[in-house]
């Protein structure tokens, strides 16, 4: 009887074996199959991202009204970044299992407004008597009857982002890691960049005692301009999860983009006072990096 126990734990035993080495069988056979699904598959992805946008720009003003500044400015401004992408099924089995991906997006900025050019100048009333009139108060007030008045002048130009977009070709990798989760997208971007330029110019006269006397402006200075860029786009993520067919990562990338159209940018606004001209020169290279979410569609396993 014993020996009919012990023959029959045995049985069951092997038979839970047989079952469990089934049913994992059946399990790797599922993963194996979703996973050259998905492998052979073309995979739509949309990104989601913050980004810190620099760009260097030298700003130039002139006006009737006498007075000359320029300025340079290294420009940083946060911006909201939305991508999608489609990558191609996987191109060559082994290393890297390459796709390769057409990628298309939108920025919008965060703080769009700054002035690369704000410049004001005091020039005070002197007496005569304690050294005469400085030379450069009779260049910048020729209309005044020194050395009993002075005057004030500023220039002032402000800039504002608008929505860019881009659009690129690259490839991307998967890292050799146990899970081989991590991965690396190279592509050629293109960037385009819309921009809006205002500028003014004003002088306050003043009497010696500090009362104003007359105040001129110039001001509705503007223009528009398209930058357009060309550059390289790296980014490295890692999936963090799965919820049905859609698979979460998170990334950091980098852009780095020389203008194609670098030439000076100028704008101006004449009326009774005279005429303010200014001339804004961006250097031709923009850098932006930044983080965020990839969403993409894997299929069901």
């Not at 998905?38 to 990104?47: D, Q």
């Not at 057409?102 to 769009?112: F, I, M, T």
């Not at 983009?257 to 100028?266: F, H, Q, R, T, V």
Request: net charge negative; hydrophobic share 40%.
């Amino acid at each position: 009887m014993r020996r009919q126990t012990r023959v029959s734990r045995a049985s069951g035993a092997v038979v839970l074996s047989a079952l469990a080495l089934g049913a994992s069988a059946a399990v790797a056979g599922a993963e194996s199959q979703a996973e050259e699904k998905e492998r052979t598959s073309w995979l739509p992805s949309l990104a989601l991202s913050f980004d810190v946008h620099h760009q260097s720009l030298d700003v130039s003003g002139t006006s009737d009204l006498g007075f000359s500044e320029k300025q340079s400015e290294n420009l940083l401004t946060s911006v909201f970044s939305v991508d999608g992408a489609i990558s191609t099924p996987v191109l060559a089995e082994g290393f890297g299992a390459p796709r390769l991906f057409v990628q298309a997006g939108v920025q919008a900025p965060l703080s769009d407004e700054t002035t690369p050019l704000k410049a004001v100048r005091s020039f005070p009333a002197v007496d005569p008597d304690t050294g005469g009139l400085p030379p450069e108060t009779v260049e910048s007030c020729p209309d005044l009857d020194a050395p009993k008045e002075a005057c004030d002048h500023s220039l002032e130009s402000k800039l504002t982002f608008n929505v860019s977009w881009s659009a690129g070709l690259g490839a991307e990798f998967t890292l050799p890691t146990p899970s081989r989760a991590l991965k690396i997208r190279t592509s050629v971007d293109y960037f385009g960049q819309s921009l809006d330029f205002d500028g003014d110019a004003e002088r306050l006269d003043r009497g010696g005692t500090g009362e104003e006397i007359e105040k001129l402006r110039i001001g509705g200075a503007s223009t528009s301009k398209t930058l357009h860029a060309l550059g390289p786009r790296v980014a490295f993520s890692g999936e963090v999860g799965r919820a049905g067919p859609l698979s979460f990562g998170v990334f950091a990338e980098i852009r780095l983009y020389w203008l194609l159209n670098d030439g000076d940018i100028n704008y101006s606004a004449t009326n009774t006072n005279g005429t303010a001209s200014f001339v804004a020169e961006p250097d031709p290279f923009v850098a932006q990096g930044g983080a965020g979410l990839r969403i993409t569609w894997v299929g069901s396993r």
